[in-house]
């Protein structure tokens, strides 16, 4: 079976800032809503099914926290990285708020950050062109 085009399963860094990339729009930007430009992703719509949503949710964004090991990523970088899951983790178990909270707080979006600034310093090769 071939690979997706452009998409590796390598443990290199540029196959990981594919990967993490990518989850991160599959998390946070997958939807626009319509009428308005505000977009939303899974996080969000698997965060309305009450505590396993969130644990499912959770699960997810940890799963960047790996990649971020895979790239030999700092164990404070990881800890933010975990902090920031573990933060949106909590306010979705708080039924309402954590729904609200998806739309401000998304916790993957902040960990892709801290990933693609330890890429662009360590790994400057596997920078892209965001449009």
């Given at each position: 079976m071939q690979p997706t085009p452009g998409f590796?399963?390598?443990?290199?860094?540029?196959?990981?800032?594919q990967?993490?990339?990518?989850?991160?729009?599959?998390?946070?930007r997958s939807f626009t809503i319509p009428g308005t430009r505000q977009t939303v992703g899974l996080d969000a719509l698997i965060g309305l099914v009450p505590v396993g949503g969130?644990?499912?949710?959770?699960?997810?964004?940890?799963?960047?926290?790996?990649?971020a090991r895979n790239i030999g990523m700092?164990?404070?970088?990881?800890v933010r990285m975990v902090g920031n899951v573990g933060f949106d983790w909590l306010l979705g178990l708080i039924p309402g708020v954590g729904?609200?909270?998806?739309?401000?707080?998304r916790s993957n979006s902040r960990n892709l950050k801290i990933i693609k600034r330890h890429l662009d310093k360590h790994?400057?090769?596997t920078a892209t062109i965001d449009s």
């Open positions: 590796s399963i390598g443990r290199d860094p540029h196959s990981v800032r990967r993490v990339v990518a989850l991160e729009k599959l998390l946070e969130d644990v499912i949710a959770a699960a997810m964004g940890l799963y960047m926290v790996w990649e700092s164990r404070g970088a990881m729904d609200v909270a998806d739309f401000f707080y790994h400057p090769a």
